[in-house]
Structures are given as C-alpha cells and as structure tokens.
C-alpha cells in the first residue's frame, strides 16, 4: 500500500522558515516520475506549488514562490522536501505531497489530476 505522510508544518511569523518532508513508502522510491507540492488555502481550489521530476532531476516552481522555496529529493530517504524560506502570510495553507508513477507530460505537472498519489497534508500558519 503506497503511503506518503508529510510532516513539518507549523506556525512560523512572516519572513521566517519552513521545512516540509514527505516520505514515501509502498513501492520503489525510483517508480515515481514526478514527486511534487501542491497547497490549499481555505475557500480556494488546490494549486500547484513545485516539482521534482526524476528524469534529468528537474525542478518547477509556481512564479509565487520561485526564489523563495526549494524542492529537493532524496533516494536514500525515500523522501521530497520543500525548504520554505521568506514566509508571507499568504503562503498559508495545508500542504499536500504528491507523487505520479505513470510518466506524464511536463505539461501536466502542474495539475492535480495527474498525480496518482496524495498525502494526508500538513498545515502551514504564516502570521504578519
């Protein structure tokens, strides 16, 4: 059974730091194509936030948080993180890990649909 359970939420103050991991379990770590994050804020649909692709270890990011967040992979671990710096209050929101392990379009990396499967979410707090 394919498990991802991320962790490393929490409530940070504006201009602040985060780390979220995401560890997988359940199949190969290597069968997943693309391994991402996406967030949900309340009221809003889910969006996009960045991804990994294991071919040629690409990396893509929502124009929002590019420069300020990094998303990394980790074989040995089995695990994706996403090191959030330069917080703003709008980067509130549950944060969810997601993993494709049918090879899909670059194009799609930025819909949900595409991923095969999901994480129970963490909450990131940013307060002003």
């Known amino acids: 059974q394919v498990q991802l359970v991320e962790s490393g939420g929490g409530l940070v103050q504006a201009g602040g730091s985060l780390r979220l991991s995401c560890a997988a379990s359940?199949?190969?770590?290597?069968?997943?194509?693309?391994m991402a994050w996406f967030r949900q804020a309340p009221g809003k649909e889910r969006e996009f936030v960045a991804a990994f692709r294991w071919m040629g270890s690409r990396t893509n990011y929502a124009e929002s948080v590019k420069g300020r967040f990094t998303i990394s992979r980790d074989n040995a671990q089995k695990s994706v993180y996403l090191q959030m710096d330069s917080l703003k209050p709008e980067d509130t929101a549950v944060y969810y890990c997601?993993?494709?392990?049918?090879?899909?379009?670059?194009?799609?990396?930025?819909?949900?649909?595409?991923?095969?499967?999901w994480g129970q979410g963490t909450q990131v707090t940013v307060s002003s």
């Open positions: 359940g199949r190969s770590f290597n069968s997943y194509h693309v």
């Open positions: 997601a993993a494709q392990s049918v090879r899909r379009p670059t194009g799609l990396e930025r819909s949900p649909a595409s991923y095969d499967y």
